[in-house]
C-alpha cells in the first residue's frame, strides 16, 4: 500500500505548520509572576506583577492590539487596592472597552466603587 506523494506532503505540511502556531495574545512573564505573587504575596511581588502588566500593556501597544482578556481589570483591582480609585476605573473601562463581552462585569465594578465612593465622601461631608 503506497501512500500518494500529494498525501505525503500534505501531512508533512500540516505536522510543520501546527509547530508554528503562535498563542493568540501576549501574555509576557505574566503566567509566572502571577503564580509568584499567589504564592508569596508580598508588596514586592505585586509590584513586579504590576511591572509586567505595564510592561504587557505597552508591547501591546506598540503593535496596536489588545492585551489579553483581563488584564485591564486586574490592572485596575490593583490600582483600587492601592486606593487610586480613579485609576482604577479608567482601567476597568479599558477593559471594557477593548472586550465588550466583560462590560456587564465592568459596569458592575464601576457602579459598585462609585457607589462606595459616594458612600465615603458623605461620612466625611458628615462629620466635618
Given at each position: 500500500?503506497?501512500?500518494?506523494p500529494v498525501l505525503i506532503v500534505?501531512?508533512?505540511?500540516?505536522?510543520?505548520?501546527?509547530?508554528?502556531?503562535?498563542?493568540?495574545?501576549?501574555?509576557?512573564?505574566?503566567?509566572?509572576?502571577?503564580?509568584?505573587?499567589?504564592?508569596?504575596?508580598?508588596?514586592?511581588?505585586?509590584?513586579?506583577?504590576?511591572?509586567?502588566?505595564?510592561?504587557?500593556?505597552?508591547?501591546?501597544?506598540?503593535?496596536?492590539?489588545?492585551?489579553?482578556?483581563?488584564?485591564?481589570?486586574?490592572?485596575?483591582?490593583?490600582?483600587?487596592e492601592e486606593g487610586d480609585y480613579?485609576?482604577?476605573?479608567?482601567?476597568?473601562?479599558?477593559?471594557?472597552?477593548?472586550?465588550?463581552?466583560?462590560?456587564?462585569?465592568?459596569?458592575?465594578?464601576?457602579?459598585?466603587?462609585?457607589?462606595?465612593?459616594?458612600?465615603?465622601?458623605?461620612?466625611?461631608?458628615?462629620?466635618?
Open positions: 500500500m503506497n501512500a500518494s500534505a501531512l508533512l505540511s500540516l505536522s510543520l505548520l501546527s509547530g508554528c502556531a503562535s498563542t493568540r495574545h501576549d501574555w509576557g512573564a505574566y503566567e509566572s509572576e502571577l503564580y509568584t505573587f499567589y504564592k508569596s504575596p508580598t508588596d514586592e511581588e505585586k509590584q513586579e506583577l504590576t511591572n509586567e502588566l505595564a510592561k504587557t500593556f505597552a508591547r501591546c501597544e506598540e503593535k496596536g492590539v489588545n492585551p489579553p482578556p483581563g488584564l485591564y481589570a486586574e490592572y485596575g483591582t490593583f490600582l483600587f480613579d485609576s482604577a476605573i479608567e482601567y476597568y473601562e479599558k477593559e471594557k472597552a477593548a472586550w465588550p463581552e466583560s462590560a456587564k462585569f465592568m459596569d458592575a465594578l464601576i457602579s459598585s466603587l462609585n457607589q462606595q465612593l459616594t458612600a465615603d465622601t458623605e461620612k466625611d461631608l458628615k462629620r466635618e
